[in-house]
């Protein structure tokens, strides 16, 4: 299984970035995705989540309202749109994929990191 996550970048406070995470190797509408991010200094912790079937969302407090997730699965690929970014969320963000439903927090496969960098 590979997960590859792209579409990072550097922008200012208050723009928009969209990352992806192409897949390959897995039933790809089976897994639940999520998108993950470690800033320095601190734990990598959950962004968003999706079910296999596209039907349900999830999302950290601080990405509702700003922040879409959503997934092709005829594409084998999820997005992440990022808007009204702010400095806190500059980190590496990383797609993830699992087994289990979205309740269940635990993912098997992970993708490399990508940089998002938001300057005030």
């Known amino acids: 299984v590979q997960l590859q996550a792209s579409g990072g970048g550097s922008v200012q406070a208050g723009g928009s970035l969209t990352l992806s995470c192409t897949a390959s190797g897995l039933t790809f509408g089976s897994y639940t995705l999520a998108w993950f991010r470690q800033a320095p200094g601190k734990e990598r912790e959950f962004v968003a989540g999706?079910?296999?079937?596209?039907?349900?969302?999830k999302y950290t407090d601080s990405a509702k309202g700003r922040f879409t997730i959503s997934r092709d699965n005829a594409k084998k690929v999820m997005y992440l749109q990022m808007n009204h970014l702010k400095p806190e969320d500059t980190a590496v963000y990383y797609c993830?994929?699992?087994?289990?439903?979205?309740?269940?927090?635990?993912?098997?496969?992970w993708g490399q990191g990508t940089q998002v960098t938001v300057s005030s």
């Open positions: 993830a994929a699992s087994i289990w439903a979205l309740s269940a927090s635990s993912y098997h496969y």
């Open positions: 999706i079910s296999g079937n596209g039907d349900t969302t």
